[in-house]
T-cell receptor, first 115, second 112 residues
Framework: DTEVTQTPKHLVMGMTNKKSLKCEQHMGHRAMYWYKQKAKKPPELMFVYSYEKLSINESVPSRFSPECPNSSLLNLHLHALQPEDSALYLC??????????????FGPGTRLTVT | RKEVEQDPGPFNVPEGATVAFNCTYSNSASQSFFWYRQDCRKEPKLLMSVYSSGNEDGRFTAQLNRASQYISLLIRDSKLSDSATYLCVVNPLSGGYNKLIFGAGTRLAVHP
């Protein structure tokens, strides 16, 4: 079962709020990813966790703070966001991080609106 | 030059048509290649991996030409349900990391 779940599906938050996005997979995958996707654009990588350790941060502003409590869970903590941060936030997982041919499986995403 | 470039869309085709999408990538050391499809306001879903020998899955055929750094996807006998955006995806395996680079996508609209 190639399923990645994300909550919430939709989130509206003000610029002074603090919120968190959650992602879960039970496929035994050891790599998890956060992507941001704006309308009519491809997904852009934000963070990569490998074996519960942050291995890639694509120069993401500190108002986005990832956390990987265990191998099945990935959170993205949001604080003091800007309206331009409104986007679809996608979580993905893959069996491992390194090595060829490891497909990534995406969750349904959280559609975030910052007001 | 973009790392992954795709045919500009949209492609509007009738049901039953054969349609081909092309994609080029700039990093000759890239190791793995994929086609994903994305429906409007949904997540990308893996359609197929692309292997050097070419591979087929039902109506879908993917080809890879490493010498030309070119990937293609052929869809035969198009169905209405094939309408979606098709994303060409390359993993350059830079530094050993599994980082997917997405093309901008090509939109396909299949009409009755």
């Amino acid at each position: 079962d190639t399923e990645v779940t994300q909550t919430p599906k939709h989130l509206v938050m003000g610029m002074t709020n603090k919120k968190s996005l959650k992602c879960e997979q039970h496929m035994g995958h050891r790599a998890m990813y956060w992507y941001k996707q704006k309308a009519k654009k491809p997904p852009e990588l934000m963070f990569v966790y490998s074996y519960e350790k942050l291995s890639i941060n694509e120069s993401v502003p500190s108002r986005f703070s990832p956390e990987c409590p265990n191998s099945s869970l990935l959170n993205l903590h949001l604080h003091a966001l800007q309206p331009e941060d409104s986007a679809l936030y996608l979580c993905a997982s893959s069996p491992h991080e390194g090595g060829p041919s490891y497909e990534q499986y995406f969750g349904p995403g959280t559609r975030l609106t910052v007001t | 030059r973009k790392e992954v470039e795709q045919d500009p869309g949209p492609f509007n085709v009738p049901e039953g048509a054969t349609v081909a999408f092309n994609c080029t990538y700039s990093n000759s050391a890239s190791q793995s290649f994929f086609w994903y499809r994305q429906d409007c306001r949904k997540e990308p879903k893996l359609l197929m991996s692309v292997y050097s020998s070419g591979n087929e899955d039902g109506r879908f055929t993917a080809q890879l030409n490493r010498a030309s750094q070119y990937i293609s996807l052929l869809i035969r006998d198009s169905k209405l349900s094939d309408s979606a955006t098709y994303l060409c995806v390359v993993n350059p395996l830079s530094g050993g990391y599994n980082k997917l680079i997405f093309g901008a996508g090509t939109r396909l609209a299949v009409h009755p």
